[in-house]
């Protein structure tokens, strides 16, 4: 089976820099993304990284280590609009198909 | 301009009833899924479709059924046979099957009564 872990809440202050980490447990990995959604819309895709390393997209950084099944997403100059869930997602290959397996989210608070 | 839609963005149901919750995208997308979300939980995946006239079960496909007759649409019925629906149905689209990065729409809040 698949199964990725995530905290469920973080809160952070305005203007500070905060990491939501993410492990996970599955076969044929492909790669991990990193979705943003606020309160009742829609998940909007924030960052993805198939290889080992940084990947950087302005604020919002994103790092992988597949050697120890974990990644982290970082989010810098935090804004009051940054106050959403952030979820990680695993790409993994069974059978021909490509499949994503979302964690349960990390509700990120940021106050004054 | 192009996106995913979903209609109605509220429904109510009697339980009992089967109801088919709308997924159109003009992006083009080879590529569809619907996802279930309950309250604190993340985005579980009930069926997905790499391309027209084919679809894959994903973790919690028992009670829903969907088709693929057309590229753009992407149709999932909830049926009498699911236990719990209500929750917040997301249809989302990537371009390819192997595409990292989904596009979703703006979801749709069921209610069953």
Known sequence: GQSLEQPS???????AIVQINCTYQTSGFYGL???QQHDGGAPTFLSYNGLDGLEE???FSSFLSRSDSYGYLLLQELQMKDSASYFCAVRSFSGGYQKVTFGTGTKLQVIP | ???ITQSPKY???KEGQNVTLSCEQNLNHDAMYWYRQDPGQGLRLIYYSQIVNDFQKGDIAEGYSVSREKK???PLT???AQKNPT???LCASSIVRDSHEQFFGPGTRLTVL
């Open chain 1, 9 to 15: 809440e973080v809160t952070a202050v305005e203007g």
């Open chain 1, 33 to 35: 993304s990193w979705y």
């Open chain 1, 57 to 59: 997209t302005g604020r």
């Open chain 2, 1 to 3: 301009d192009g996106g």
């Open chain 2, 11 to 13: 429904l109510f149901r």
């Open chain 2, 72 to 74: 753009e649409s992407f």
């Open chain 2, 78 to 80: 909830v049926t009498s």
């Open chain 2, 87 to 89: 929750a917040f149905y």
